[in-house]
């Protein structure tokens, strides 16, 4: 009988694939509108919601988007938050602080972003913020453009504004 | 069985290179088209099937954003293949086969311009001995012609004899990419690509997408003034090594065809999935077309190959003639893998 060999448990096959990729047409004007300080959004011709970022249909009615975006405010509602207490080599806020979404003035959807310039005790659903936007020679193609929200100072939120986008 | 057939199709025009559109942006339209024609909306159909490849995409579950066309809000019933459309298709017939929806939304969409796409299709080869040598697609199909032509079971000139009458279909098709009037001695007379294989021989690199919905019974004939009624539909796998295979026919779709009945009948119109001249030769033989079938109309996948859609457009075609009253029988064909591994067949009747 020929003599057992061990199994081949490693096989080196490297894989390195080139793309040519493109963001699309709708998230192409979404982000060069962003690398202008510009926050863009497209209004659904079925209900007239308006998504954020623009997308090239609606994926509620599955309808194409067309027409002029909707330039939306750097202003907005936290809708929801968690505390972050694991640091991220892409966000400089010292930990911890909240991950919050917020739903911008004129839109209705909400956006992903990081509360700044706030004690973790004083974050709260209705809290109303503003962009702090990084300075403009940074600015490139990526809502990192935006460093964090703060607070505002303006009164909460009404609970029923935001109600529905939670 | 229960009653299933096509009822509507829409397609994107093949192009060489989406530059702008995402993958999803291409799908949109098509989607918007079929809905429009069909009076359907996402409400009234039961369930959602696609076809797509991350592996074209580069990205990783690229193919849920294809979603965003659907409108899957409320939520939907919804399922994917890694695999062309036509196998899509497939899911969705089975799911009407067993009564759990009546209406059935398929699509297939690719933008293989993205990437290298004859070195992207290595990878579907066998890990450990194949794939790490990189055979590019072309390189395996030519290994196939050139075992064809030493059988002598195919000449050039029959392979280009296909490439002279799929340009010429689609003269017709105004979806296709690559058409017109061709010459078979001048074909002969260009270079080889990929010896045997001349650039002829090879289908284009397509971005496209395509839709279908197919619904059961009586909803068919509200949708559909001769809906193009599914009789048989079948697929076949082969070994992934081609050393094991006879190349010089296409054993697994003489299987589906035979399972699928489509030698019952007389065949009116046939639509072939073959990328390569040499294996719309085979894949004629196998399917046993009489002298009377007109095979790729619509031009075939040598006139437009969007990757991923192709073969549910053979369906999609193969349909449209029954629904003209051009065919009463039509026979549609789908491959999939290198060198024809795996072949769908589909039979379509009028009546």
């Known amino acids: 009988m020929s003599e057992e060999k061990e199994p081949v448990e490693v096989l080196r096959t490297p894989v390195e694939l080139d793309y040519t990729y493109s963001a699309g047409v709708s998230a192409s004007r979404f982000l060069r509108a962003v690398e202008q300080g510009k926050l863009l959004g497209q209004r659904c011709p079925v209900d007239g919601r308006v998504y954020f970022p623009s997308r090239g249909s609606c994926p509620q009615h599955g309808v194409p988007i067309e027409g002029e975006p909707v330039e939306l405010s750097d202003r907005g509602t936290i809708v929801t938050f968690s505390v972050n207490r694991v640091p991220s080599e892409n966000i400089d806020l010292e930990l911890p602080y909240a991950a919050i979404q917020v739903l911008l003035d004129g839109a209705d959807t909400t956006l992903f972003h990081v509360l700044g310039e706030c004690s973790i005790d004083d974050v709260r659903m209705g809290m109303r913020v503003e962009a702090v936007w990084r300075p403009r020679d940074e600015w490139t193609i990526s809502m990192q453009n935006i460093r964090y929200f703060k607070p505002s100072g303006e009164p909460d939120a009404p609970f029923e504004s935001y109600q529905e986008h939670i | ?351």
């Open chain 2, 1 to 351: 069985m229960r009653d299933v057939a096509v009822v509507a199709f829409t397609q994107s025009p093949s192009v060489r290179c989406e530059a702008n559109r995402n993958e999803t942006e291409i799908l949109i339209p098509v989607i918007h088209e079929i809905k429009q024609q069909t009076g359907l909306a996402t409400e009234d159909i039961g369930f959602i099937c696609s076809g797509s490849s991350d592996y074209l995409a580069g990205q990783s579950f690229a193919f849920v954003a294809g979603l965003d066309a659907i409108g899957a809000w409320p939520p939907v019933s919804e399922s994917h293949v890694e695999m062309d459309g036509a196998w899509a298709l497939y899911e969705a017939w089975v799911k009407l086969q067993i009564e759990d929806a009546d209406v059935a939304l398929v699509y297939g969409f690719g933008k293989p311009s993205m990437g290298d796409l004859p070195r992207t299709m290595a990878l579907q080869l066998d890990p450990y001995s194949v794939m790490p040598l990189w055979p590019d697609a072309v390189s395996m199909a030519a290994l196939q012609a050139r075992s064809c032509l030493e059988a002598g079971v195919i000449s050039e000139r029959e392979m280009a004899q296909v490439a002279v009458r799929d340009r010429a279909n689609a003269l017709n098709n105004p979806f296709a990419q690559v058409k017109g009037e061709f010459d078979v001695d001048a074909l002969l007379a260009e270079p080889m690509l990929v010896s045997p294989l001349r650039k002829h021989d090879c289908s284009p690199i397509s971005d496209g997408a395509c839709a279908m919905v197919i619904a059961a019974g009586d909803r068919a004939r509200e949708l559909c003034e001769r809906p193009a009624w599914i009789r048989g539909f079948e697929h076949i796998l082969e070994p992934q090594d081609l050393g094991v295979r006879d190349l010089t026919r296409s054993r697994s779709t003489e299987i589906a065809a035979e399972k699928a009945g489509a030698h019952s009948d007389k065949i009116d119109v046939a639509e072939v999935y073959a990328p390569f001249t040499h294996q719309s030769i085979l894949l004629e033989r196998a399917l046993g077309l009489g002298d009377a079938a007109v095979v790729n109309p619509s031009g075939g996948a040598l006139a437009a190959n969007p990757l991923m859609a192709a073969g549910l457009t053979r369906v999609g075609e193969a349909s449209r003639r029954v629904w003209e009253g051009q065919a009463d029988r039509a026979v549609a064909h789908a491959t999939s893998g290198p060198c024809l591994q795996q072949n769908l067949v589909v039979v379509l009747e009028g009546n």
